[in-house]
Antibody, heavy 122, light 110 residues
Framework: EMQLVQSGAEVKKPGESLQISCKGSGYSFTIYWIVWVRQMPGKGLEWMGAIYPGDSNTKYSPSFQGQVTISADKSITTAYLQWSSLKASDTAMYYC???????????????WGQGTLVTVSS | QSVLTQPPSASGTPGQRVTISCSGSNSNIGSNYLYWYQQLPGTAPKLLIYTSNHRPSGVPDRFSGSKSGTSASLAISGLRSEDEADYYCAAWDDSLSSVVFGGGTKLTVL
């Protein structure tokens, strides 16, 4: 069974750093893009960016470029989303999902991880 | 505001057919495939329709998608109480060089 399992909920203070993870299994991890999607409380979905685990090629949304870092370790079939200095406005649910094998420009996201809730508060 | 425009809400009674629209432009829906997602309350989104009108295995044929020009729609026939969810459209935008989502439509089954 294909699945993505994300790390648990986090509570952080403004200015702190954070890395959350997304472990894939049940499929060939290196040949499908992994995407990250943000959902702020009570709001819609926002595409943050994607990574191709085979060669760690990344593509960021212009809205998130420079705000987060997406990485992957193909040896342990895990992708990461990282912040160097969190803000209160980063409070949201973050989902990873398996993208298409053909490219980051096909938003065929299936399956999705269960989500990681990040709360940033002083 | 979202690049793709959806009505914020829709409703129907059990057994009815409802449609949800998604409007965009030449740089997104007009030149790329359209995808639909269903998000049940408190859960992660789920792929419902891909490449405008195809269903992944396991998605009932009550769900169908269509696209014409810079607009698309999701149709749900034989509405059931378990269809109550948020629905999102998504497409690649050539101008923004990004995946864009609609703002979402909350479907209520009366």
């Amino acid at each position: 069974e294909m699945q993505l399992v994300q790390s648990g909920a986090e509570v952080k203070k403004p200015g702190e750093s954070l890395q959350i993870s997304c472990k894939g299994s049940g499929y060939s991890f290196t040949i499908y893009w992994i995407v990250w999607v943000r959902q702020m409380p009570g709001k819609g979905l926002e595409w943050m960016g994607a990574i191709y685990p085979g060669d760690s090629n990344t593509k960021y949304s212009p809205s998130f470029q420079g705000q987060v870092t997406i990485s992957a370790d193909k040896s342990i079939t895990t992708a990461y989303l990282q912040w160097s200095s969190l803000k209160a406005s980063d409070t949201a649910m973050y989902y990873c999902a398996r993208g298409d094998s053909s490219g980051y420009y096909y938003p065929r996201f299936d399956p999705w991880g269960q989500g990681t809730l990040v709360t940033v508060s002083s | 505001q979202s690049v793709l425009t959806q009505p914020p809400s829709a409703s129907g009674t059990p057994g009815q057919r409802v449609t949800i629209s998604c409007s965009g432009s030449n740089s997104n829906i007009g030149s790329n495939y359209l995808y639909w997602y269903q998000q049940l309350p408190g859960t992660a989104p789920k792929l419902l329709i891909y490449t405008s009108n195809h269903r992944p295995s396991g998605v009932p044929d009550r769900f169908s998608g269509s696209k014409s020009g810079t607009s698309a729609s999701l149709a749900i026939s034989g509405l059931r109480s378990e269809d109550e969810a948020d629905y999102y459209c998504a497409a690649w935008d050539d101008s923004l060089s990004s995946v864009v989502f609609g703002g979402g439509t909350k479907l209520t089954v009366l």
